[in-house]
């Protein structure tokens, strides 16, 4: 199996605004270094329902990852709009991942219950809001490295160890 290709979109009006640094998409691109996987395409936007949504299109439509992370976005905040912007764009839900992310997390941050986060499948992309912080980052991640690279092998239709 080639790497997989992993592209990250930064969710966060101040580091859009170049007034923040992106510390919680230099945590994915860490994780995708230590796993062998590609970093095919990073971009910071604000929290805009419409920029969101089009980079995520963009990037599933042009197959330029097989699994798309976003970061940021994902609370209660007015301008979170992360996870309407990823259900907008989104084909097919995969619950199970956020749904495992938040309680995963829950033992050692209650506040993960907060989230709403979502993830899901454009054509052969899966696409996953995480959180915002670095540390929520890696939590997510952590639920999710047993499962990526069977995910995209379905998605992707390569022979698996069902």
């Known amino acids: 199996m080639s790497p997989i290709r992993v592209a990250v979109l930064t969710v966060s009006d101040l580091s859009a605004a170049g007034k923040r640094d992106d510390t919680s998409g230099d945590a994915i691109v860490e994780w995708v270094s230590t796993r062998g996987y590609r970093l095919s395409a990073r ?3 604000p929290d ?16 330029t990852a ?17 996870p309407e912007a990823t259900k907008t764009v989104i084909e097919r839900d995969a619950p199970g ?5 938040r309680a995963d997390a829950r033992q050692g941050m209650p506040r993960t219950i907060l ?10 992309t899966l696409i996953v809001n995480l959180p915002g ?4 980052v890696r939590d997510g991640l ?10 995209v092998q379905i998605l992707t239709h390569q022979p ?3």
């Open 97 to 101: 991942i956020s749904e495992a992310m």
């Open 48 to 63: 805009e329902t419409d920029l969101i949504a089009a980079c995520l299109i963009r990037w599933a439509d042009e197959a």
């Open 115 to 124: 989230s709403r986060a979502v993830a899901g499948i454009r054509h052969a």
């Open 142 to 151: 952590r639920t999710l490295e047993t499962v990526v690279e069977h995910a």
């Open 133 to 136: 912080s670095p540390g929520g």
């Open 66 to 82: 097989d699994v798309i992370f976003t970061t940021g976005g994902t609370g209660f905040g007015p301008r979170d709009v992360t």
């Open 160 to 162: 698996t160890d069902h």
């Open 43 to 45: 971009e910071v936007v």
